[in-house]
C-alpha cells in the first residue's frame, strides 16, 4: 500500500512541477536577416491539456491559436500550420529557458525562449511626426450604419479657418492601427502630416475591431471595409470645415482595392490615389506574389514551380466550388499534395482558405470597379515591390481605367522604392524593419503634388 502512495505522490508532484514551470508566458527573439521580431508563447493548461496562443508584436498581431501544444519527453512543440510555423524546444534544469528551433516554410532560425520579458532597442525612425504639430489633431468617432459599428480616427487640418479639401487613408490587408503600423514604422501618420502642412485635411481610422474602433475584423470582406470608408465620408460631409466636393482617397495595397470600390459607387469621391493598388485578377497576382518572395528567399526553380502549381490549383477550387463542397474539396487537395500536414494542420488551412475574406479577396478582379471610375486617378508603385509587381499592376489600372474611357489618370513606376515605398536595396520583406525611413520623399512629392491640382 505504502507503495501505491509513493508513486501516486510521484505523479501529483510531477504535475504539479509540469504546471509551475511549462506553464505561463514565454518570450523570444528572432533574428532574421538583421532584423528583430519579437514572439510571445502564452502556455496554459486547460482541463488537463496544454492550450496556447502567440503573439507576435512587432507585426500587431496578438492572440493567434496554437493549434498544437505538447509537452512530451522534456520538448515543448508548437504547431501553426496556418501560418506553416512549428517551434521545437527543450527546456533546461530550472525551466527559466527554452532552447529551441523556428519554423515558417523552408525558414529554419534558433529561438531561446524565457519568462522573462525581452526588450529590443529601440528603432530609429526619423520621419515619425511628433508634437508639437503646426496643424489642428482631433480624435474623431463616426458610424457605420450598415453594420451598426463604430470606427475611431484622427482627423488633421490647417489652422486656418475654410472648407479644406480631404483626403481619407484606407489600409492594406490585415488588422491595422490609423496609422498603418509596422515595426514602428507609421506610414499614415507620415502621409498625413505631409499632406496637411500643405493645406489638405486627412483622416486616417483604426479597422474595425481594431484600436479604439468596434466591430470584427476577422469576419468581414473587402466589401465590408469599403462600407467603412463609405461610412467616412459620410461623416466628413457633416464637417463644417471640410469641402464636400473635393474629398478624396488614398488606398495603399489592399486599400488600393478598396478605393476604386468605393469611387466606383460613390459620387462624393472626387480623385483616388492608389499605392501599390492591385490592377490583375487577385489569384493572378498571389501566384506571382509568392514566386517573387520564393525567388528573393533563395528557393530553387523546380521547388518555386510546384509550389506556384500548388497554389493554382488551390485558387481555382476557391473560384470554382460550391459553398457546400469548397470545405470537402480543399481538404481532399490538401491531403493528396502536402502528406506531411496532419490533419489539424489540414483542418486549420482549410478553415483559413474557406473563410469570408480570403474567399472574396482570391474572387476578386479589380478591373471590374476600375473600369467604373470616372474621377482622376493616380497609381503609384515601386519598382522593387514584390508583393503587387510594379510592371503588369500599373499596365492592368491603366487598361481597365481606358475601358471605362477614365482618361484623367496617371501612373507612376518609382525606382527603386519596395512595397512600402522605402528606398530599398531589393524590395524583400526583411528589409522593411531594417530600413530607417518610413516612405520616400520621392512618393510623398508624387502623391501631394497631383492632389493639390485636383484640388485647385
Partial sequence: MRKIIFTVSILLFTVLNFAQTIEGNWNGMLEVQGTQ??????????DGKLVSTMDSPDQKAFGIPVATTTFESNTINFELPNAKITYKGMPNADFSAIEGTFRQGAMELPLK??????EKAPLNRPQTPKEPFSYQQEEVFFENKIDKITLAGTLTYPKTKGKFPVVILITGSGAQDRNEELFEHKPFAVIADDLTKKGIAVL??????????????????????????????DFLKTKSNINPK???????????????????????????????????????LMVEQNTRMAQLSGMSDEQIKVSSEKNKSIYAIIKNSTPENLEKELTAYLKMTMSNLSDEAVKNQVQMMSGKWFQ?????????????????????NGSLDFQVPS???????????????????????????????????????EEYSKIEQTISPKALDVMSNWILQQTK
Fill in 37 to 46: 521580431l519579437k514572439l510571445v508563447f502564452h502556455v496554459a493548461n486547460k
Fill in 113 to 118: 525562449l524565457t519568462k522573462k520579458p525581452i
Fill in 204 to 233: 486616417r481610422f483604426d479597422d474595425r475591431g481594431i484600436g479604439k474602433s468596434t466591430g470584427s475584423f476577422g469576419n468581414s470582406t473587402t466589401q465590408d471595409f469599403a462600407n467603412d470608408v463609405l461610412a467616412a465620408v
Fill in 246 to 284: 473635393k474629398i478624396g482617397l488614398i488606398g495603399h495595397s489592399e486599400g488600393g482595392m478598396i478605393a476604386p470600390i468605393v469611387a466606383a459607387n460613390s459620387k462624393d469621391i472626387s480623385f483616388i490615389v492608389l499605392m501599390a493598388g492591385p490592377g490583375t485578377p487577385i489569384d493572378e
Fill in 360 to 380: 472574396y479577396f482570391i474572387k476578386y478582379n479589380p478591373a471590374e470597379n476600375l473600369s467604373k471610375v470616372k474621377c482622376p486617378v493616380l497609381a503609384i
Fill in 391 to 429: 510592371a503588369a499592376n500599373l499596365k492592368a489600372i491603366e487598361t481597365a481605367l481606358l475601358k471605362g474611357k477614365n482618361k484623367k489618370f496617371k501612373t507612376v513606376e518609382l525606382q527603386g522604392l519596395n512595397h512600402l515605398f522605402q528606398e530599398a536595396g531589393t524590395g524583400a520583406f
